[in-house]
């Protein structure tokens, strides 16, 4: 191959086309030098061409060939010392991955030639290894950048308007029957008519995608013929994973990425990234060298200082990024850029978002990172959601984020699931978490939105399975049922698994809408995970992050209980969005307001007095009566007008039996619009309350309306 060689540009990194050729860039501070490699094939043990990169500007090597274009084949080979003592794991018969990569072709082949060093050597990582990887793994894709948006706009959902559902990209086309079989699996099958319609009819505002940069499945995984189904396991973090392609490997999943996200934007549904910046697919130091470690181990990771050859680890991966070293800062920067400008996301939800802000060992949410984030004009512009944890000492930092983040709030799930299960001593943290966790967000200038309100998601049962089992079964992990959580705060409701008794299933469906009601009508934004509107079952497994089959994919056959479900459902999200006093842009002030006696919120024992100081502190009670005002909002329109909306009495009685209540303001004409017992949830609310007293079958919620003559929306 006859290839005139010109010096490029260090910058713009990864491999950019231009219409006559395509410019190189990687950085490696501590390379003595670099080889570009161009293949034919994503399969080729042999490179057709290597091109010695003379070019270095500031640790970035580069050079630019004219005549190059999509859909090139390419990747690295990069020299320098191998002295895992000092933290250096550079292998030269290593094909590495180019991090700035925007698509991968071909397919990792499980191989010792994958490791760095010989794994059958008796001093492990400290031997090295001298097999060509080339053969075993995918190859970088040189792709034209170039897609018609066709005047895409990002929806740009109000927080407080925002109803998240929580997918995976193939879990929730796969059996679908209206999506043709080629495209099932695919971004182009959760674009098509059937699931958009699906997400429009249900409500949803807000997709939140399970990860779908590229990623490298574990080998004790693929040992044991499982998957990474979940696809945390990230190494190209620019590239969208193949796996989810309809239409080949050759850059055009980045089409079909664009047009998924196009088609869903035209709906007004917007697309959040679950994203795994703390840690690459690479492991521990006994993990393979498909990228960052070949490329300049010392600077990409978090090396122990006291020990280089082993890494800093607060995620359980093994190989977390250098967020003390300004380029891989800036390689995070410029991938979530990418994804916002060029790919036309909507926002991101960090996964162990905690060890993004330790820089050394504590965490500090001052860190260069999220500074960085704060200032930056396009990633401060997204929604931005962290998982407030890590692995690491004092990695639950929950309410600690900086102001423009919103935060899984792990607390809302866990005190929602011990209150409906009948545990004591909930009512106080219970009012914490339905009027938006003000003890956890004001504090920091956030609002109730910031407060991500989840019961269930894709770690963990569903819904469920949450009412259907007391224990965690996860033998088909091969783990002997040692993964997964144990604090589930779940309850079979009388039998473990399966049942045919109409009572426990019975209670099983009434317990779900309960779950559904107090997540669609707490203040804070609700995340849905997806399946959970049907019923979806993992026959008890809490951690099926291994299974790419049916145990995760959802099941779109219909009974009459799903349907009932799945109806219930999309009028809890209608009846959220139709009424501002459930979605509030600021927190209860808990007086009066507007010179009137009422206060915005108000709580009551079941006899209609209202709770005192001794109330909340009694362990065993598990019933309220809560008052919403909904002429008593201190919220405004775009224009600055005043909202006021209808007021509402949220009725809980978790206990095992009926509870006779009193409904405070008495005088007032009630309507019930939504009782958990009976199953129904109507909007128009035409039954009216006459009585002042109102008997709560037992573990049950019920809804009542007093509609206000000059409400606004």
Known sequence: MNLEIWPGKPYPRGANWDGDGTNFSLFSENANSVDLLLFDSPYNPQPSAVIPVKERTAYTWHCYIPGIKPPQLYAYRVHGPYDPKKGHRFNSNKSLLDPYAKAVSGAFKWDKSLFGYNPDHNDSDLSFNTLN?????????????????????????????????????????????????????????????????????LGITTIELLPVQQHFDDPRLTNHKLIDYWGYNTIGFFAPDFRFSSCGTNGDQVKEFKEMVKILHKSGIEVILDVAYNHTAEGNHLGTTLSFRGI???????????????????????????????????????????????????????????????????????????????????????????????????????????????????????????????????????????????????????????????????????????????????????????????????????????????????????????????????????????????????????????????????????NESKEALLEYTSSLI??????????????????????????????????????????????????????????????????????IDDSFLMLFNAHYDPIRFSIPFHERTWHLVLDTYRGTCDDEAIEEVKNRNLTINHRSFVLLINKTENRTL
């Open 133 to 201: 990887s080339a053969g075993n793994v995918p190859k970088c894709v040189v792709i034209d950048n170039d897609f018609d948006w066709a005047g895409d706009r990002h929806p740009k959902i109000p927080w407080n308007e925002t109803v998240i559902y929580e997918a995976h990209v193939k879990g929730l086309t796969a059996l679908h029957p209206l999506i043709p079989k080629v495209l099932r699996g695919t971004y182009t099958g959760l674009a098509s008519p059937p699931v958009v319609d699906y997400l429009k009819q």
């Open 574 to 643: 209608n009846l959220r969005q139709k009424h501002p006093v459930f979605r509030r842009k600021r927190y209860f002030q808990g007086r009066s307001l507007y010179g009137k006696e009422i206060r915005d919120i108000m709580w009551f024992r079941p006899d209609g007095t209202e709770m005192t100081d001794d109330d909340w502190n009694l362990s065993f009670v598990k019933s309220l009566t809560v008052f919403l005002a909904g002429d008593m909002l201190s919220d405004v329109d775009y224009k600055g007008d005043r909202i």
């Open 296 to 558: 300049d181990n010392a600077t990409y990771y978090n090396l122990d200082p006291q020990n280089p050859r082993y890494y800093k680890d607060f995620t359980g991966y093994g190989a977390n990024f250098n967020l003390r070293h300004p380029r891989v800062v800036q390689f995070i920067m410029d991938s979530l850029r990418y994804w916002v400008k060029e790919m036309h996301v909507d926002g991101f939800r960090f996964n162990f978002a905690a060890a993004l802000a330790r820089e050394f060992f504590e965490v500090n949410m001052l860190t260069t990172f999220f500074e960085i984030i704060q200032q930056d004009p396009v990633i401060s512009q997204v929604k931005l959601i962290a998982e407030p944890w890590d692995l690491g000492s004092g990695g639950y930092q929950i309410g600690n984020f900086p102001p423009l983040w919103a935060e899984w709030n792990s607390r809302y799930r866990d005190t929602v699931r011990k209150f409906w299960k009948g545990d004591d001593r909930q009512l106080p943290e219970l009012a914490y978490r339905l009027t938006g966790s003000s003890d956890l967000f004001e504090e920091t200038e956030r609002r109730p939105s910031s407060s991500i309100n989840f019961i269930t998601s894709h770690n963990g049962f569903t819904l469920h399975d949450l009412v259907s089992y007391s224990n965690k079964h996860n033998e088909s992990n091969l783990e002997n049922n040692r993964d997964g959580s144990d604090n589930n705060f779940s309850w079979n409701c009388g039998f473990e698994g399966d049942t045919d008794d109409p009572d426990i299933l019975d209670l099983r469906y009434r317990q779900i809408r309960n779950f559904l009601a107090i997540l669609f009508l707490s203040q804070g934004t609700p995340m849905l995970l997806a399946g959970d509107e049907c019923a979806r079952t993992q026959k008890g497994n809490n951690n099926a992050y291994c299974h790419d089959n049916e145990l995760t994919w959802i099941n779109w056959d219909s």
